[in-house]
């Protein structure tokens, strides 16, 4: 076996995944990205717009366009926030939620296949390895800034 690192597991994984729900998603008229965002938003009371981004880690100007496309499909529909007059909020329409309860069918057969393959023992290790790569980037542990003066 060759030295793996683990960037590449990662990405390669993740682009096995990625196209696996691609292809699955175009069966249900759906895109991966539209699939995730319609599970981000919460289906009884709506998301702000201003925190869907973050939620999701993504750019504002994609999330601008996938919000867009989804709006036309009629999948979601933008009202004021009663809170802040400023603020928008999104809403799933009828059509939106049933994309979106698609889209979780999804995800879960993902995970129940991976359980049904993957002992428990190995599924608390993988989450435990994920946990500390996200603690390590989130504090900055990773590539620690020197300063030459």
């Given at each position: 076996m060759k030295d793996l690192t683990i960037d590449y597991a990662l990405r390669a994984t993740w682009q096995a995944?990625?196209?696996?729900?691609?292809?699955?998603?175009?069966n249900y008229g759906l895109t991966m990205a539209i699939g995730f965002t319609l599970l981000s938003i919460d289906p009884k009371g709506g998301t702000p717009s201003t925190t869907l981004g973050?939620?999701?880690?993504?750019?504002?100007?994609s999330l601008s366009r996938i919000l867009k496309n989804i709006e036309q499909k009629g999948y979601i529909q933008r009202k004021r926030n009663p809170k802040d007059g400023r603020g928008v909020l999104i809403y799933l329409t009828p059509l939106g939620l049933e994309k979106?309860?698609?889209?979780?069918?999804?995800?879960?057969?993902?995970?129940?296949?991976?359980?049904e393959h993957t002992s428990q023992e190995d599924?608390?290790?993988?989450?435990?390895?994920?946990?500390?790569?996200?603690?390590?980037?989130?504090?900055?542990k990773v590539y620690i800034k020197t300063t030459n003066n």
């Open positions: 995944v990625s196209k696996m729900y691609n292809e699955e998603a175009k973050p939620k999701m880690g993504m750019e504002a100007t979106r309860g698609e889209s979780k069918e999804v995800v879960l057969r993902f995970n129940e296949v991976v359980k599924l608390v290790g993988f989450f435990r390895v994920i946990e500390t790569i996200n603690k390590l980037i989130t504090d900055k």
